[in-house]
């Protein structure tokens, strides 16, 4: 049984940030230290929203060791207490209208495997002959952390719970939604909005995009290369009706999934990618993603970086073919899954035509048939405007327009290339 914490209601001191540490009984970071969330939380509500912190994925053993001397893989230099986070989180009515009111939960990111791992010793998932080990408990601190909603919903104390988060939150929101929905009882109102998630399109590293053999020569265009150790952590989307639905139409030869051969779990193994995990699952989502995604193209891809000015960096017309071969990709899986797919009419989407990484603010600049991203966000989670209003998206290729959202959202140059953190939360 997972032990049950009192909860603070608020802060205990006036000195306290607005958000207080609470340390988890059983689920560990990386390096054995205890898992925690923060909590900011308003007696007078019964709505609550939940957010998983970014910081990509683990990506190797030299990786994973690395994370253990830090806030990814570490909690013993976390802060009592921290400011409130923007966007979501924000408790200002200006610039969080419809949800400033909320409880509103946080939760670090410490385990380095895309909010998956449920096995609950620690172990080395790696081939490497090394007696290192590390706790991976990424869905594990999700259900620690469900013990204390439950306790809440038993008081009457939630009727409606939106799970989200940016990055590898995002992804880690996708592959959760529908376990997280199943916590509350039928009476409270889920939903789901990832941002930055839509990981797992199959794409040439820019090296191969560029080579005289094209895009067709990427060995790995679903670079399954640096996260099929994730195989050995007992990930939960493998265990999940979501990702059992999956295999099964793997099975019977309903669905096949290209470039997934070869994998220790065979084909099913793609089934924890986001944009399949989006497909099966049932819980409304709306999808936050930019159609070029900066760290689909930089970081992943390969591509060289930008020059100090958009008006430079279209220069490059390699690179620029590059963001639009990314963006094509993007595009062309939120149309099938989402804009065109089986659950396009209770979910919701929010794709602007941008070369950045998380959505640059929840509060605009980038608007969509003028709305930002939390007018869109709360038209559909509160049914304002009509059924078919909700999908927003822009699908421009044009490579000025592309990395001149950087520019709108006052993004520099190189920040697409830090993405250790959703840039919300720092442990001291």
């Known amino acids: 049984m997972l032990a049950l914490l009192t909860l603070p209601s608020a802060f205990s001191s006036p000195t306290e940030k607005e958000f207080v540490m609470v340390k988890l009984p059983n689920a560990k970071c990386a390096d054995g230290t205890p898992a925690v969330y923060y909590i900011a939380a308003n007696a007078s509500s019964t709505s609550w929203v939940v957010w998983l912190q970014g910081g990509g994925l683990c990506q190797s053993l030299d990786d994973c060791k690395s ?26 009515p200006v610039e969080n209208p419809d949800l400033a009111a909320w409880n509103k939960i946080y939760i670090p990111y410490c385990s380095g495997d895309l909010w998956q791992g449920t096995a609950k010793e620690a172990m080395n998932p790696f081939p490497n002959p090394d007696d290192w080990t590390a706790y991976f408990h990424g869905h594990y601190i999700l259900e620690d952390v469900a013990v204390q909603l439950q306790a809440r919903q038993s008081n009457g104390g939630v009727t409606e719970a939106v799970l989200t988060g940016c990055s590898a939150g995002g992804i880690g929101t996708i592959v ?59 990930p939960y989307m493998l265990k999940s009706d979501v990702g059992k639905r999956c295999a099964a139409d793997i099975a019977t030869g309903k669905l096949h999934v290209e470039h997934c051969e070869g994998q220790k779990l065979g084909e099913a193994f793609c089934c924890a990618s986001p944009p399949l995990a989006y497909a099966y699952s049932k819980t409304p989502m709306f999808i936050s993603e930019n159609m070029a995604d900066a760290y689909q193209v930089f970081s992943n891809g390969g591509c060289p970086g930008q020059s100090k000015t958009c008006a ?22 939120l149309t099938t899954h989402v804009i065109n797919g089986t659950k396009r009419h209770q979910d919701g989407l929010f794709a602007p035509a941008c ?44 490579p000025y327009e592309l990395c001149q959202c950087q520019n709108e959202a006052h993004v520099a140059p190189d920040d697409y290339l830090s993405c250790e953190t959703d840039g919300f939360w720092s442990p001291k």
């Not at 797992?200 to 670079?223: E, M």
């Open 312 to 333: 430079l960096s279209v220069l490059n017309r390699k690179a620029t073919s590059f963001w639009d071969y990314i963006r094509d990709g993007i595009s062309s899986s």
């Open 67 to 92: 994370r253990e001397q830090g806030a990814l893989g570490s909690s013993r230099d976390y802060a009592s207490s921290i400011d409130a986070p923007r966007g979501m989180l924000s408790s200002d």
């Open 355 to 398: 070369l950045v990484h998380c959505m640059s603010a929840w509060q605009g600049p980038v608007q969509l048939g003028g709305k930002t991203d939390a007018q869109a966000f709360g038209d559909w989670y509160f049914g304002r405007g009509a059924p078919d209003s909700h999908m927003l998206f822009d699908n421009s290729s044009s």
């Open 176 to 234: 959760n939604c529908d376990w997280f929905s199943s916590i509350f009882d039928e009476s409270v109102k889920t939903a789901c909005r990832p941002e930055a998630g839509w990981f797992g399109v199959p794409h040439a590293t820019y090296p191969n995009f560029i080579s005289a053999g094209g895009p067709d020569s990427d060995p790995d265009p679903r670079k399954l290369a640096i996260w099929n150790w994730t195989a050995n952590i007992e």
